[in-house]
């Protein structure tokens, strides 16, 4: 079973910037696709950006496209999201999710993944 780990959640004021990581215990993650999900109260779980094997195609909610990165270091089984120019809106718990897809482009629904983060929270504040 494939474990994942997120990171850097925390409280930040409207317009600061967050950083998240998140490491796997794969051992082909090079071979995975990543994705990033959020989900607010009482509001289903939602797509937000999403990352093939290799790091070159990538994906993003329209809500997010501009101000937020993935990227990911293969070296390190890492996968980041970059939030910058944050919302309150953008308040909720993120998850970080895996896929082993060799042969897959980007995935984007929670359905496509078979591996999930335990999710940390962002607060964002006005």
């Known amino acids: 079973q494939v474990q994942l780990i997120e990171s850097g959640g925390g409280l930040v004021q409207a317009g600061g910037s967050l950083r998240l990581s998140c490491v796997s215990s794969a051992r082909t993650f090079g071979s995975y696709a990543m994705g990033w999900f959020r989900q607010a109260p009482g509001k289903e779980r939602e797509f937000v950006g999403g990352?093939?094997?290799?790091?070159?195609?990538?994906d993003y909610a329209d809500s997010v496209k501009g101000r937020f990165t993935i990227s990911r270091d293969n070296t390190k089984n890492t996968v980041y999201l970059q939030m910058n120019s944050l919302k309150p809106e953008d308040t909720a718990v993120y998850y970080c999710a895996g896929k082993y897809a060799p042969r897959m482009p980007v995935l984007t629904t929670p359905a496509s993944y078979d591996n999930w983060g335990q999710g940390t929270q962002v607060t964002v504040s006005s």
């Open positions: 990352i093939n094997k290799s790091g070159v195609r990538k």
